[in-house]
């Protein structure tokens, strides 16, 4: 517009040379009028449409504000921003370690579910996790001492397994290393208190900073802009975006749906409801013993586990054939109660109260995924960790090991390249991918699927039981689950002394 307004500025005569064409002097000076008329209302309108379109070309990002309003931090110093979307025990280490790392981040942690910190106790328990000592406990304790020591306090060593049919023992087995139980919600918990209460504080001081946003989830993504949209409608800028939000992850969703991400996402023909109960009965003839894996059988193809927090809690979770919810069909508490009854009358029957069975008919089921990227990382920017990368089923119990483990490796990682967010993203991929399908492919070809095969599955495990794992192993192969609790072999290792056995397991679903 202003070199528009400069060349009419400039021009001498607007008219061309018209004596020849009309000997009218008094014609030519009233064209000539016209057109100055005409030029200096060109200049008026030109004015006027560069001031009305000044504010929107050069918008500055808070003129959005009464659209939807940005959260931009830009300091002096500048703060390299990460998002991280999720709070659960993936997104909240990432975060512990992050603000270790003096690098000057702000870091800022989205989660859909209110602040457990104000949740009863009777909403903060979801389903039961065990940490391997070699996978999820240390990537704990590497990232923090102090908060391992925390988190050990709300969890109880379990030192062996004891698993029935109804109420008659069907097998022992006893952990050559013992594995930490936790509830999920109580190590999301433990995180967030001991981030809020000493990492925080301590790293502000040293320049790093963290907001938390409970109840306002990651919705959409812009990678040319680097923004996010929020539930509540904001938009947010950043550095770098940490997909950790679950198997039904939206970040993930948002990636594959613009063609920057190749992922799936499967339905498990399982369902779980969780469930709480006491350690001991109540006329004292039970009880779970504070150290030990309890799982059992029971009616129309459910399951059960029940694994001891502390000294007079358990946290248990119930899996049955999609679709059969063995409560679905009931009324009242007492049918529920009726049904542990029929199932095993003289163990777990006796440690579901009353207030738990009406619960058990409230409380809505869990639909289980499984969820495989070809990638970890998108575009020099996003992250993908735990199961918004890499759900898959609970037979190994791998889910919560690997996601803490996923943040360990990218760490040491990011450690090892100072930061330098673009060559860590590749070099995680490169190193993490393969491990990620390993385990996801033990996940789902380690128990067989006919009785044949499942008496042979058992027969090889009483071989390794009675000889020791490592001479019984030489009579009838490794056994995944052995090495993944007892050893540090990756998941790529263990995959390879194992594969036989899963290959084995797959042409059997296959044939079927």
């Not at 102090?146 to 087995?173: I, M, N, P, Y």
């Not at 969703?253 to 409801?273: D, F, P």
């Not at 004292?284 to 399951?303: E, I, P």
């Not at 990638?375 to 803490?404: F, I, M, P, R, Y």
Request: aromatic share 8%; hydrophobic share 40%; proline share 5%.
């Amino acid at each position: 517009f202003v070199h528009i307004i400069n060349t009419i500025n400039t021009q001498k005569d607007p008219l061309p040379d018209t004596t020849g064409l009309f000997d009218l002097t008094t014609n030519n000076e009233y064209l000539r009028s016209i057109e100055k008329m005409n030029l200096s209302l060109a200049r008026v309108f030109l004015c006027v449409l560069w001031i009305g379109c000044r504010p929107v070309l050069g918008r500055s990002a808070n003129a959005f504000q009464k659209d939807v309003q940005i959260i931009n931090n830009n300091d002096k110093d500048y703060k390299k921003i990460v998002v991280i979307a999720g709070a659960g025990p993936a997104g909240l280490l990432l975060a512990h370690y992050l603000l270790g790392r003096h690098a000057n981040y702000e870091l800022h942690i989205f989660e859909k579910r209110p602040d457990p910190r104000n949740a009863p106790p009777s909403e903060q328990r979801t389903y039961p996790i065990s940490l391997q000592q070699k996978r999820g406990v240390v990537a704990i304790r590497e990232i923090s001492p102090s908060l391992f020591e925390a988190v050990e306090a709300a969890g109880a060593w379990l030192k062996r397994a004891h698993f029935r049919q109804g109420d008659e023992t069907s097998s022992k087995k006893r952990f050559r290393s013992p594995m930490l139980s936790l509830d999920r919600n109580g190590l999301a918990l433990v995180l967030l208190q001991h981030l809020v209460q000493h990492v925080i504080p301590t790293n502000t001081q040293q320049g790093n900073s963290c907001y938390l946003h409970f109840g306002t989830s990651v919705e959409d993504l812009n990678l040319v802009t680097n923004t996010v949209t929020l539930s509540n409608g904001k938009l947010m800028k950043f550095d770098h975006l940490v997909a950790a939000d679950g198997s039904r992850s939206m970040v993930r969703q948002r990636l594959t749906e613009q063609g920057r991400l190749s992922s799936t996402i499967e339905v498990i023909s399982v369902e779980n409801k969780s469930f709480n109960v006491p350690r001991k009965s109540q006329d004292r003839s039970f009880q779970v013993d504070d150290a030990s894996f309890n799982g059992w059988a029971l009616k129309n193809g459910a399951q059960a586990l029940a694994l001891p927090l502390g000294k007079d809690a358990c946290s248990g979770a119930m899996s049955f054939p999609q679709n059969c919810d063995p409560f679905q069909n009931m009324k009242t508490p007492e049918q529920v109660l009726e049904f542990f009854q029929q199932s095993a009358p003289h163990t777990l029957a006796k440690l579901v109260t009353m207030e738990e069975a009406k619960s058990l008919l409230k409380r809505p089921i869990t639909r289980l995924y499984t969820v495989k990227c070809k990638q970890l990382h998108v575009d020099e920017k996003v992250l993908l960790l735990g199961d918004a990368a890499h759900a898959t089923s609970n037979v190994l119990g791998q889910g919560a090991n690997a996601a803490l483990q996923d943040v360990q490796v990218f760490c040491g990682i990011l450690r090892d390249y100072k930061d330098d967010w673009r060559q860590a993203l590749y070099a995680y991929t490169t190193k993490r991918l393969p491990c990620i399908q390993a385990v996801q492919e033990m996940s789902e070809y380690t128990v067989p699927p006919n009785p044949q095969m499942r008496k042979e599955f058992r027969q090889r495990q009483k071989v390794r039981q009675f000889f020791g794992p490592w001479f019984g192993s030489t009579i009838v192969g490794h056994d995944a689950m052995q090495l993944l609790a007892d050893t540090s072999l990756s998941y790529s290792q263990v995959y390879r002394k194992t594969r036989w056995w899963s290959d084995r397991v797959k042409n059997a679903w296959d044939t079927m």
